[in-house]
């Protein structure tokens, strides 16, 4: 049978989501323990592959089996094994055809930007850190040159292995709640690093080392070394994966604060 999991986790201590030989990932963590509540060895697939010190409040995983376990089972024994900043939330039985990956519709994240001129104790690993104020409403105003469908060439990694750079977003939103400068973005997929370089090229222009109308130069620029810095890790959140009403998956995650 095949079975969705939901799964949260913070990804400060991990080299990022995919399995890597003798690297601690949330992948293989995962793997290990779901492998012990089956007594089997079981691989799991995810909604979106999240790299090194990037955090996940909604993430989707499958895998298969010929274990027969109940739900509940698959929830706490899962996490009777797991460390405690990976948790899986809920667990259900899905049809062959579903696919964490290639079944989701749309993917949204969540950028978290602390905005104050000392770095915070307690929350360096949950946020990044910008140092000079930053003006939300520029930031905002610049965000919608990338709402549509574009080839985001000049937001993606060097090493990104996507097939085509064209994503389409369905909303970019840039707000302030007191000290914290949040980004939210929801797109049918993303490119590699595709959201902390937009979230660099946003923070130029809060800053105000660029005009808003920068970021569409940039993205008709179609070349990563016309565009920003690539943002932190710390400050991005996967924060919801939608499917088609007929697989009926969980839409919840953790709730974020702000």
């Known amino acids: 049978m095949r079975i ?12 990022g989501w995919q399995l890597q030989e003798n690297l601690t990932t949330v992948q293989g963590c995962l793997e290990q323990a779901i492998s012990k509540v089956a007594d089997c060895s079981v691989n799991v697939i995810c909604a979106g592959r999240t790299d090194r010190g990037v955090h996940a409040v909604a993430q989707v995983v499958h895998f298969d089996t ?5 739900m509940r089972s698959w929830v706490l024994g899962t996490n009777t094994h797991l460390p405690p900043d990976i948790r899986v939330h809920w667990a259900q039985q899905v049809s062959d055809e579903f696919h964490a990956r290639f079944s989701a519709t749309t993917r949204a994240y969540r950028y978290i930007i602390f905005n104050r001129a000392i770095r915070s104790a307690i929350l360096h690993s949950h946020t990044s850190w910008h140092i000079y104020p930053l003006d939300e409403k520029r930031m905002q105003a610049a965000a919608q040159y990338l709402v549509g469908e574009h080839d985001f060439s000049s937001f993606r990694a060097n090493e990104c292995q996507a097939k085509s750079p064209v994503r389409t977003i369905h909303y970019l939103t840039v707000k302030r709640v007191n000290d914290f400068v949040i980004v939210d973005i929801k797109a049918n997929a993303f490119l590699h690093h595709m959201v902390r370089n937009i979230t660099g090229v946003l923070l130029a222009i809060g800053e105000g080392k660029q005009e808003p109308i920068w970021v569409q130069e940039v993205l008709e620029a179609k070349n990563r070394t016309q565009a920003g810095i690539t943002a932190p890790a710390a400050g991005l959140y996967l924060t919801e994966v939608n499917y088609p009403g007929l697989f009926k998956i969980p839409n919840t995650s953790e709730v974020l604060l702000l």
């Open 66 to 70: 010929h274990a027969e376990r109940d």
């Open 4 to 15: 969705a999991l939901g799964v949260a986790y913070e990804g400060t201590y991990y080299h």
